[in-house]
């Protein structure tokens, strides 16, 4: 980055894009051209700042000057104003939403103040696209270290002592992973990097692959180095084409350098990383699954022992990690474990990465020292409830995890915490809802993706979850009784007990965890027939308020089955027997006439 | 002597790619992506084509596709309509935005209108959570949908192709 | 071999490293309930997905119930089979299946032989607590097999069988979730399909929802028509396993009640497939002499190996998947379709009946033999060589219908001229058997000298490939033997690469031979009974008098009478066939 004076970052990451940062980003080059300041000022497409909500984002350094909400036709305007005038775009700072005060720096910025980036250090300042850009962040020094200073066994020392757990769900300590698999006596071992992101609302890994491939890169090459494998395969989904496309692009620069290939930096180490996809499956987030999968087959899991690390990929010993996992490797070998071992909580070291999501101010991706607590990430980070509406619960670990209350706000974050607590870890989705969210829908909605998602192999998980969800579906319509609840506490326990998989042993969570924190939800569904949220579609209806209609005709003309009718300038009236509870006429209407009972 | 006809191209395209994958059967998945890529779905003569290929079972490359969601035996919508029902987009009012997109369209999730014109899916999670809740029409992603957009986002395609027509 | 010790229900057991907790159990007499598990231990045979959560057990200080047909055991280990958390789950378990199952054990063809209604007796289900959608599937009639998929528990037995034993390959789990189920290619019908018959998945199905296609009431039906005469043949193996179904220990040959119960059931002719066997052997015996010796006088266009073709779904099997190679097993039909065409030309003319007034039922050990008898080769003008097949199950079910106590028959024998056979037919029966025999006659017919042993230990066993050379007075023959079409498959591929070194080939599909045939009762997993009724075919054999086909006076007097001599222009138009290339082509389209 020497040459230039000025870098303008735009984020490259899917939901900028959607919104069009790739045209921010031709719109500046344009601009700049026009105004002959192209070798002054270079554009840069990086990875995810984090802040979705704020999208498109656009950062300049060296001032830092950061820009939210950013149209294609604003590029004018940053150019001519920022670059050549030297003064910050007023119309596009950040507005701190608690005293409406323009802030300039992201080092400001709420939303980043508690963040501590390790996994997603570079995201959102190098081009990813540019090997050269990683390097200069010290890039590849933890592999030239590990291969020439270190023997595999010390480099495995330092993973273990860095008290690294893996942060795609399960919270193995990787150092020891890595080193049963370099017991392992075999001529061909593997290096396994799971991409395979499936949780509904987390999009870490695909954010770290396309904002840092190569720091997966070279922590898979030190993992080889470390368990006796030369050959390396990442499984990513298919539905990831930019993250695809980034790592192809990072695989082939890192060939180019010799840091992989044979004979990396002369140490006589050789190591290679094939593309493997995957194809929508979220149980191939499951080592085994993921592995019968790489083989071409239905990826449906197996019963452990053996473990990948002894037989994984066609039979020989494998070590699989998830992508974030990977990514804190190269700065553990550069900083050290004991800097690593001081970020973090008592059993649960470094940070971990959360997609924050839901009924929440800045949703994004946000990287957090563990041991932080909910309330910290929700309120301060999160900038609390949208809309000023009341927070009701929060789901971490998606489709696994448990929904956690009020009263689980102040618990430090960390891997045994989060299940004492009845939810876990995950790979680090965290959906807030808010007073308008049903809960036996939130519990019927992951049930749902469980269902869809179960590879039908073992019985609990096969008819077990279906039979919840037609509990759960039973209890929105207001046809559940009592006993359905025991039924469904009942049967939650009997499918963690016995399902084969993480994915079936975790299936009930969200069930189990709404039912303790929200029996009185449930109960108001199955005594009295009523959603206290106002969710569930079968036990609600719209009607208009007398007092407050206009007769402006508006929601009349907008609903969609002709259920309303009424004259110009006189009350109207929603015919029960026709509506179909899509609330369009409740968010049309502008004199709140329209209410839900 | 049972007989499967084939186009020419789709023939040579699919002895292509698994000739490229070393007819190996482990990356059956790489080719079932490459030749959905390439035509658009995988109809049953294309699997039972891979499956002589790979010197694999059909009834295993039938097994196969009908567990992974990505791939599919129907062929899609000019414009394949995707609605992210990623927990992000649910809580944001994904659902409602489904059923009316259903509505409009008269189609159910894995279906294709009679024109040709929409095919429904329903997919885990685009990462746009910011954008939430979010509706894909082929590459492009409209954020923050309502129901009350539905129609208007519709309307945009439909006389996009009047348009063409003219 | 390291032992451990651990504890189960408060008992100590010490087992061998690596067996699993189901085994251990089994050693102090716990038996543990299973489903989806199924091990045929002497065949290398085992399914064992850990998916249907059946047998389930609490290890002490583990977060979950292990399965313990795929757990193993570990020293120190401290198992409680049956705790209050272990009998709850695995009721619940149960209860879910039966909530996906339709309820209708007293229609169902497997019912009494199901394992699920036998757990659901074990575990005393009084009630399904769970209702909900049911899976269902339109069901699949075939030639042979029927599947009726709203049955299916996943067990995945039948998928095993017919891609890791059989590889045939037309089974697989689709879908998944709710909606997994096992189904052919494409979700086609079996009768589309490269499906051979072979019925080891209706073999090893717990439930109803694979079973054969019963042909008992088109049999009632003919056998109480007076315009009919109906005459049944019996295999070789129906005899070592029709008594299990009747209380008989396993093992215990039935052929005289066999023999009472088809007369007491109103067949005019009670003759025997074991004939047919005999007379297979004078055909194939001399075929194989034929290419041998044109061989030995350096004629290059014979092909050898020469291989059996007695195995109906061997025919299917390399019809579909080895058509380059369907010149090289011997055109000889099968008993089944020897005797079928003997029947209705040589017997019929005998008698003077008119075929179409002749009906042949033939019991089979097999599936496949309903599919091969309905092939159109074996008709004359639309009519049938053999009629109806049945199994020996079917058979099992025509005696109970007709109120006969299998127990109390007498001992009777076969009819004439057909019903006469040699040991050398029996042991058709089982694996090797068929080689065997044809040993016992080629020998003689080679050398023209008497046999110096008649049994050939080396051809014998349950290994699922074998090989011998058998001395032919100073001509080494070299013989392979398999059972199982995968270990068919590997003969044939070394065939086809031009590695083999074989003079002649017997192969079985099924495990064990005909005795383990599709149509056998059912062996639930128990490989004991095949070893058993293996030993009552050679038991059968040494008892007869007559032990090589060529000296049976009714296969001697069949040639001076009508068919000539093996290999005449007649027994080539009745008693040998061709085959077919069944195999997918690829078109271009227009």
Redesign the interface.
């Known amino acids: 980055m020497a040459e230039n004076k000025m870098h303008i970052l735009v984020c490259g990451g899917t939901g900028c894009r959607a919104s069009q940062s790739e045209q921010i980003v031709n719109n500046l080059k344009a601009e700049l051209e026009s105004q002959n300041l192209e070798n002054d000022v270079r554009v840069l497409t990086t990875g995810c700042f984090g802040f979705c909500e704020k999208g498109p984002v656009v950062k300049v350094v060296p001032d830092n000057t950061f820009y939210t909400e950013v149209k294609p036709s604003d590029a004018i305007d940053i150019v001519n104003e920022h670059i050549v005038k030297g003064r910050p775009l007023q119309r596009l700072l950040y507005k701190n939403p608690k005293n409406n005060y323009k802030v300039t720096n992201t080092a400001s910025i709420d939303f980043y103040k508690k963040q501590v980036r390790i996994a997603l250090r570079n995201c959102g300042f190098v081009d990813p696209e540019n090997i050269d850009e990683y390097i200069g962040r010290d890039g590849y020094e933890a592999l030239g270290k590990c291969l020439s200073d270190y023997s595999p066994s010390e480099v495995i020392d330092i993973i273990k002592k860095s008290g690294l757990r893996g942060r795609g769900g399960g919270g193995f300590p990787t150092g020891l992973k890595w080193e049963i698999t370099s017991k392992e006596k075999n001529d061909q071992k593997y290096v396994v990097c799971n991409a395979d992101e499936g949780d509904p609302g987390a999009f870490m890994d695909r954010s770290i692959l396309e904002g840092d491939p190569h720091s997966v890169i070279e922590a898979m090459a030190i993992c080889g180095y470390c368990i006796g494998a030369n050959k390396g395969l990442v499984y990513i989904r298919a539905e990831y084409p930019l993250a695809i496309n980034r790592l192809k692009i990072a695989l082939s620069q890192a060939s180019e350098y010799g840091l992989l290939g044979n004979d990396i930096m002369g140490t006589g180490f050789d190591f290679d990383i094939e593309i493997r996809y995957g194809a929508g499956a979220f149980v191939c987030g499951e080592e085994t699954a993921l592995i019968h999968s790489m083989e071409g087959s239905r990826g449906e899991p197996t019963f452990k022992p053996p473990f990948p690390s002894v037989s994984g990929y066609l039979g020989k010993p494998t070590n699989v990690n998830n992508v974030e996992t990977f990514a804190n490797v190269p700065v553990i070998i550069n900083k050290g474990a004991e800097w690593f071992s001081s970020i973090g909580s008592e059993n649960s070291k470094g940070t971990k990465v959360f997609a924050l999501a839901g009924k929440v101010n800045n949703v994004g991706l946000i990287e957090v020292p563990m041991g932080i607590t909910l309330r910290e990430v929700i309120f301060d980070i999160g900038g609390g409830i949208r809309n000023g509406k009341k927070f009701k619960a929060v789901q971490t670990g998606g489709p696994s995890g448990g929904c956690l209350t009020e009263k689980d706000l102040d618990i430090p974050i960390d891997y045994d915490n989060l299940i004492k607590a009845g939810s876990m870890m995950g790979s680090g989705g965290m959906i807030v809802m808010d007073e308008d969210d049903c809960m036996v829908s939130i519990a019927k909605f992951y049930l749902e993706f469980t269902l869809d998602e179960s590879c039908g192999k073992c019985t609990p998980c096969r008819i077990g979850n279906k039979r919840l969800h037609e509990i759960l579906d039973k209890i929105t319509k207001g046809k559940g009784t009592e006993q359905d609840l025991e039924r469904l506490k009942l049967l939650s326990n009997v499918i963690k007990d016995t399902s084969l998989c993480g994915l079936g042993q975790t299936s009930p969570n969200p069930v189990l965890s709404t039912l303790l924190n929200f029996e009185d939800e449930y109960l108001a569904h199955v005594r009295e027939g009523k959603c206290p949220a106002g969710q569930c579609k079968d036990l609600l209806k719209y009607e208009i308020d007398p007092d407050l209609c206009t007769g402006c005709t508006l929601c009349y003309r907008n609903c969609p089955v002709g259920a309303i009718s009424g004259e110009k300038k006189s009350v109207h009236y929603i015919d029960q027997s026709i509506c179909i509870k899509c609330g369009v006429c409740f968010q049309k209407c502008k004199f709140k006439a329209i209410s839900i009972v | ?8 191209y789709a ?1 040579n395209l699919v002895k292509e790619i698994c000739a490229k994958f070393n007819n190996n ?6 080719v ?2 490459q030749v959905q890529n390439k035509l658009g779905y995988l109809p ?1 003569e294309i ?3 891979i ?2 290929e790979l010197n ?9 596709v ?6 599919t035996m129907k062929p899609q919508g000019e414009f394949p309509i995707s609605v992210c ?4 987009c ?3 009012g994904a659902e ?1 935005v489904l ?2 997109i259903k ?1 409009q369209l008269r189609i159910d999730v894995g279906e294709t209108t009679p024109d040709g014109k929409f095919s429904l899916s329903a ?10 809740p ?1 509706v894909l029409v082929g590459e492009k ?1 409209h ?1 923050r949908v ?3 957009d539905v129609k208007k986002i519709l309307a945009e395609y439909k006389s996009g192709c009047l348009s063409d027509k003219e | 071999m390291d032992k451990i010790k651990l504890t189960i229900d408060n008992k100590e057991v010490e087992v061998a490293k690596g067996t699993t907790i189901l085994d251990a159990a089994k050693q102090i007499g716990v038996h543990i309930p299973t489903l989806c598990h199924m091990k045929l231990h002497d065949m290398g045979i085992e399914n064992k997905p850990g998916g249907c959560r059946v047998c389930v057990v609490e290890v002490e200080g583990r977060r979950n119930l292990a399965p313990a047909c795929v757990t193993e055991a570990a020293a120190g280990m401290n198992i409680n089979t049956h705790s209050i958390r272990v009998i709850n789950a695995r009721r619940t378990v149960t209860e879910l299946i039966i909530s996906d199952h339709p309820f209708e054990c007293l229609t169902c063809a497997k019912s009494g032989e199901c394992e699920l209604q036998d757990l659901a007796h074990q575990m005393g289900i009084r009630e399904i607590h769970f209702e909900g959608e049911k899976s269902v599937y339109r069901e699949d009639t075939s030639p042979a097999i029927i599947r009726d998929m709203d049955k299916c528990i996943m067990c995945r037995r039948c998928e095993m069988m017919c891609n890791e034993v059989q590889t045939v390959g037309v089974l697989s789990a689709i879908n998944r979730g709710f909606y997994a189920v096992v189904s052919p290619p494409f979700e086609q019908n079996l009768d589309h399909s490269v499906c051979t018959y072979c019925g080891q998945c209706v073999a090893v199905c717990p439930t109803g929802a694979l079973t054969e296609v019963d042909h008992t009431p088109a049999v009632i039906r003919a056998l109480s028509d007076p315009s009919k005469t109906v005459v049944v043949q019996t295999a070789p193996a129906v005899r070592a396993a029709l008594g299990e179904e009747f209380g008989f220990e396993p093992g215990t040959l039935v052929t005289g009640k066999m023999v009472a119960a088809l007369r007491r059931l109103g067949f005019n002719y009670v003759f025997d497939t074991d004939f047919a066997a005999d007379l297979t052997i004078m055909e194939e015996g001399t075929e194989m002499l034929d290419r041998l010796s044109r061989h030995l006088n350096g004629d290059k266009t014979v092909k050898l190996p020469i291989l059996t073709s007695c195995c109906p779904a061997w025919v299917k099997f390399f019809e579909h998947q080895f058509p380059d190679m369907k010149d090289i097993p011997s055109s000889a039909k099968s008993p089944q379709q020897m005797f079928g065409a003997i029947a209705k030309s040589y017997f019929a003319e005998k008698q003077n009946i008119n075929r179409k007034d002749l009906v042949v039922v033939s019991v089979m050990p097999c599936l496949a033999k309903k599919y091969e008898s309905s092939r159109d080769e074996f008709a004359v003008d639309g009519n049938p060589d053999v009629d109806f097949a049945i199994s020996t199950r079917e058979l099992a079910a025509l005696i109970k219908l007709a109120n006969i106590e299998f127990k109390a028959l007498p001992e009777e024998d076969f009819d004439h001229p057909l019903g006469e056979s040699t040991g050398a037919g029996v042991i058709f029966g089982t694996t090797g058997g068929v080689i065997e025999a044809a040993v016992r006659t080629a020998y003689e017919l080679h050398t023209k000298k008497p046999l110096p042993k008649l049994n050939f230990d080396e051809l014998r066993g349950m290994e699922g490939v074998r090989e011998a050379t058998i001395d032919f007075d100073g001509l080494p023959i070299r013989i392979g033997i398999a059972h199982g079409l995968g270990n068919a498959r590997k003969l044939l591929e070394d065939i086809r690469s031009g590695k083999s070194h074989f003079h002649a080939i017997e192969i079985m599909s099924c495990p064990g031979g005909c005795i383990g045939g599709g149509g056998q009762p059912y062996h639930h997993g128990n490989s004991d009974i095949l070893i058993k009724r293996q030993k009552a075919i050679y038991q059968e054999d040494s008892m007869k008098t007559l032990r090589k086909s060529h000296e049976n006076p009714y296969i001697v007097k069949l040639y001076e009478e009508f068919l000539g001599h093996p290999m005449s222009d007649k027994a080539h138009h009745l008693l040998h066939t061709s085959y077919f290339d069944r195999s997918k082509h690829f078109e271009q389209e227009d």
């Open positions: 002597m049972p007989k499967i006809k084939l186009t020419e023939t059967e482990g990356e059956l998945i790489n079932l992506h049953a699997q039972e084509l499956a002589q694999i079972s059909a009834a295993k490359v039938y097994g196969v009908t567990f992974y969601s990505y791939f029902m990623g927990t992000a649910y809580v944001r409602q059923d009316e509505r997919l885990r999670c685009v990462g746009a959570c910011g954008l939430a979010v992603v954020g309502a129901t009350v």
